[in-house]
């Protein structure tokens, strides 16, 4: 369980901070990607890096931006969020991106917009 | 209507008692997963079941895809509270094979 490592693990921010979320896979994948899930809804994929090139962004809006700067490690930079950011973003890994490779998940990070 | 329906949302069990937790996509499935989450933390991968009448186990939690109706059903025996938690199943689908869609997820709670 220890394959996919995320921090803070919690986050409290006003809306015009700028903070960032980290995620660090120690399982030798090529795939990382970031979700959201918020209450009562589905986990929404936000974005998908394959060899540290982003393949995916599910129409995020600009306030979230990621950076892949190696197979290991992704950030979350977060600026000017808004109350309705809040939720649990989780960060997940697999071997290939696409296919049916099983993605396994970090803790996640809960965050809270004030 | 979602494209990944869990059913039930909610399920409140006596310890021991058996269970069962389903999962219907709309489209044509290539791979399903069965996750689970304790409240607030990440998914811990259960089992992946990629072809029609395909069953597996991991301890006391069971899992089968029927292929025809686009579904699968997850069931636990004997349950425990240890078993409590978010079951969430996702999928992999015709139109988005490269993206992993995700059911609303069905709330265990297993009363001692």
């Known amino acids: 369980e220890t394959g996919v490592t995320q921090t803070p693990r919690h986050l409290v921010m006003g809306m015009t901070n700028k903070k960032s979320l980290k995620c660090e896979q120690h399982?030798?994948?090529?795939?990382m990607y970031w979700y959201k899930q918020s209450a009562k809804k589905p986990l929404e994929l936000m974005f998908v890096?394959?060899?540290?090139?982003?393949?995916e962004n599910n129409s995020v809006p600009s306030r979230f931006s990621p950076e892949c700067p190696n197979s290991s490690h992704l950030f979350l930079h977060l600026h000017t969020l808004q109350p309705e950011d809040s939720a649990l973003y989780l960060c997940?890994?697999?071997?290939?991106?696409?296919?049916?490779?099983?993605?396994?998940f970090g803790p996640g990070t809960r965050l809270t917009v004030l | 209507s979602q494209e990944l329906e869990q059913s039930p949302q909610s399920l409140i069990v006596q310890e021991g008692k058996n269970l069962t937790i389903n999962c219907t996509s709309s489209?044509?499935?290539?791979?399903l997963y069965w996750y689970k989450q304790k409240y607030g933390e990440g998914l811990i991968f259960l089992m992946m079941?990629?072809?029609?009448?395909e069953e597996k186990s991991h301890e006391k939690i069971t899992a089968k895809l029927d292929e025809k109706k686009q579904q699968s059903s997850l069931h636990i025996t004997a349950s425990q509270p240890s078993h409590a938690g978010i079951y969430l199943c996702g999928a992999v689908r015709s139109g988005s094979a490269r993206q992993l869609t995700f059911g609303s997820g069905t709330q265990l709670t297993v009363l001692p």
């Open positions: 079941l990629q072809k029609g009448g």
């Open positions: 399982l030798g994948h090529n795939a």
């Open positions: 997940a890994s697999s071997r290939v991106f696409g296919g049916t490779d099983t993605q396994y």
């Open positions: 489209k044509t499935l290539y791979g």
């Open positions: 890096y394959s060899l540290e090139e982003r393949v």
